[in-house]
């Protein structure tokens, strides 16, 4: 009975299930990826150094961006579900009916997800083994090995992720009280709970204490060990923390630039917790783009010049790039289905305010706004979030706090940031206010 409901409410929001299903494909990807290079190292016994040191060092702080993409996105589209949850328990149904509900639903969306990523995710492993061999770092011919290994990383990881916050979410689901079924909108909660504060004061406490330890080792590929990680812990500590700062914004409420800024303002500063959901993944893209490129910008300073036999910092070059560049790919898929997902839920938002004699244009004006602010906050926290990285790896690297590397870099990165939240908000919302008002209001 659970099984068939579950398939039931999966085949109904199959829209909003569409974000979390490409998280967990895209995720699963990167992990198969390196949980590949490593299996391959394992068995093969040939330069088995860097193809278990590779992943090791890598992918192990990628198992953390994965889980936290995942966990964000299935934690958001459930998020989003409350009234509906909230009636359900309004007709009898019990806090343990709606958490095993909400636990099958999201098992059926992720089973087809992660096992769509396996063989894209062996493809990539392929790529990355390919330029280990030609970059010599790896003896040919070395073929990429994909067994029960690389299985069990790649979909174990995705699928514990969204289990997991679909437990940790069902059980705030769970605790609705059934009068909210006949209201429209949550009442707001609480900026930041207590088990979001003290995990994100964790995160921080480990990440700076990661930074620090960087500053004591030896200069060397393992460097990274402790540095990557370390903007990684900042970032997430960050973005659990990021309602305090989203609620500061409520000023601009008061200030004289126009009624729409001020509703804008006022939107993010009422809904900062929802603010700071979509905020959160763009807080993890800057911090691990910039602190990333960065780090191999400095390296590479170090090793100018072409690449000769045993500069292995020099070899590695290109596969860090490209790893980075697969990284940055997969937080910037969370990003922008995090932020399409949470737009197109506002429809009834926007009919409510359209009706209220709000124009279009003055819609789509709030909107922008309330995107630049976010996209703002979001640039802030993670260039906070990279210094945790660069900082250290500079000071030990060339003895200087600056990382090296154009200035131009890091103007990719926050332009980056701004367009992919304006091509993600701008026509989602466009498409919700061709929907009329009032068939706004009754959207599910």
């Given at each position: 009975?659970?099984?068939?409901?579950?398939?039931?409410?999966?085949?109904?929001?199959?829209?909003?299930?569409?974000?979390?299903?490409?998280?967990m494909?895209?995720?699963?990807?990167l992990?198969?990826a390196?949980?590949?290079?490593?299996?391959?190292?394992?068995?093969?016994?040939r330069?088995?150094?860097?193809?278990?040191?590779?992943?090791?060092?890598?992918?192990?702080w990628?198992?953390?961006?994965?889980?936290?993409?995942?966990?964000?996105?299935?934690?958001?589209?459930?998020?989003?579900?409350?009234?509906?949850?909230?009636?359900?328990?309004?007709?009898?149904?019990?806090?343990?009916?709606?958490?095993?509900?909400?636990?099958?639903?999201?098992?059926?969306?992720?089973?087809?997800?992660?096992?769509?990523?396996?063989?894209?995710?062996?493809?990539l492993?392929?790529?990355?083994?390919?330029?280990?061999?030609?970059?010599?770092?790896?003896?040919?011919?070395?073929?990429?090995?994909?067994?029960?290994?690389?299985?069990?990383?790649?979909?174990?990881?995705?699928?514990?992720?969204?289990?997991?916050?679909?437990?940790?979410?069902?059980?705030r689901?769970?605790?609705?009280?059934?009068?909210?079924?006949l209201?429209?909108?949550?009442?707001?909660?609480?900026?930041?709970?207590?088990?979001?504060?003290?995990?994100?004061?964790?995160?921080?406490?480990?990440?700076?204490?990661?930074?620090?330890?960087?500053?004591?080792?030896?200069?060397?590929?393992?460097?990274?060990?402790?540095?990557?990680?370390?903007?990684?812990?900042?970032?997430?500590?960050?973005?659990?923390?990021?309602?305090?700062?989203?609620?500061?914004?409520?000023?601009?409420?008061?200030?004289r630039?126009?009624?729409?800024t001020?509703?804008?303002?006022?939107?993010?500063?009422?809904?900062?917790?929802?603010?700071?959901?979509?905020?959160?993944?763009?807080?993890?893209?800057?911090?691990?783009?910039?602190?990333?490129?960065?780090?191999?910008?400095?390296?590479?300073?170090?090793?100018?010049?072409?690449?000769?036999?045993?500069d292995?910092?020099?070899?590695?070059a290109?596969?860090?790039?490209?790893?980075?560049?697969?990284?940055?790919?997969?937080?910037?898929?969370?990003?922008?289905?995090?932020?399409?997902a949470?737009?197109?839920?506002?429809?009834?938002?926007?009919?409510?305010?359209?009706?209220?004699?709000?124009?279009?244009?003055?819609?789509?004006?709030?909107?922008?706004?309330?995107?630049?602010?976010?996209?703002?906050?979001?640039?802030?926290?993670?260039?906070?979030?990279?210094?945790?990285?660069?900082?250290?790896?500079?000071?030990?690297?060339?003895?200087?706090?600056?990382?090296?590397?154009?200035?131009?870099?890091?103007?990719?990165?926050?332009?980056?940031?701004?367009?992919?939240?304006?091509?993600?908000?701008?026509?989602?919302?466009?498409?919700?206010l061709?929907?009329?008002?009032?068939?706004?209001?009754?959207?599910?």
């Open positions: 009975m659970m099984w068939r409901l579950a398939v039931l409410t999966v085949r109904a929001h199959i829209g909003s299930y569409f974000a979390p299903a490409a998280v494909t895209a995720g699963t990807a992990l198969t390196f949980a590949s290079l490593l299996e391959t190292g394992l068995e093969t016994g330069s088995a150094g860097f193809l278990i040191m590779l992943p090791a060092i890598l992918g192990g990628t198992v953390a961006i994965v889980a936290f993409g995942v966990v964000s996105t299935v934690s958001l589209t459930i998020q989003h579900r409350e009234q509906e949850l909230a009636l359900l328990r309004s007709i009898a149904a019990t806090p343990r009916q709606i958490r095993q509900n909400v636990v099958l639903e999201t098992a059926i969306v992720a089973l087809p997800a992660v096992a769509a990523g396996l063989l894209p995710g062996i493809a492993g392929s790529v990355v083994l390919g330029r280990l061999v030609g970059g010599g770092l790896v003896s040919a011919p070395t073929a990429l090995s994909a067994g029960w290994l690389c299985v069990a990383i790649g979909a174990g990881t995705s699928l514990s992720a969204a289990v997991g916050a679909a437990l940790i979410s069902s059980g689901a769970a605790s609705i009280p059934p009068v909210r079924a209201s429209e909108a949550s009442p707001s909660a609480r900026p930041l709970a207590r088990a979001r504060a003290v995990s994100g004061l964790g995160l921080l406490a480990v990440g700076l204490s990661l930074a620090a330890a960087t500053l004591f080792m030896a200069d060397g590929p393992l460097l990274s060990s402790t540095a990557g990680p370390a903007g990684v812990a900042v970032a997430v500590g960050l973005a659990l923390l990021s309602p305090l700062a989203v609620t500061p914004v409520r000023w601009l409420s008061n200030a630039l126009g009624a729409t001020r509703l804008a303002a006022r939107n993010a500063h009422v809904r900062a917790g929802h603010s700071a959901g979509v905020a959160s993944p763009l807080i993890l893209l800057v911090g691990i783009a910039a602190g990333t490129l960065y780090m191999q910008s400095t390296e590479d300073s170090v090793h100018r010049g072409p690449a000769v036999a045993g292995v910092s020099a070899q590695l290109p596969v860090n790039y490209l790893i980075v560049i697969m990284i940055i790919g997969f937080s910037a898929i969370v990003v922008i289905n995090t932020l399409v949470a737009t197109r839920r506002r429809r009834r938002e926007f009919g409510l305010l359209r009706l209220s004699a709000a124009t279009r244009g003055q819609v789509l004006k709030m909107v922008a706004i309330e995107a630049v602010v976010t996209a703002g906050i979001a640039v802030v926290l993670g260039t906070l979030a990279a210094a945790a990285t660069t900082v250290p790896y500079s000071m030990v690297k060339t003895g200087s706090p600056i990382a090296s590397g154009p200035a131009w870099m890091y103007l990719a990165v926050v332009g980056g940031a701004f367009l992919l939240v304006m091509l993600a908000t701008i026509p989602t919302t466009m498409g919700a061709r929907v009329r008002p009032v068939d706004a209001l009754s959207a599910a």
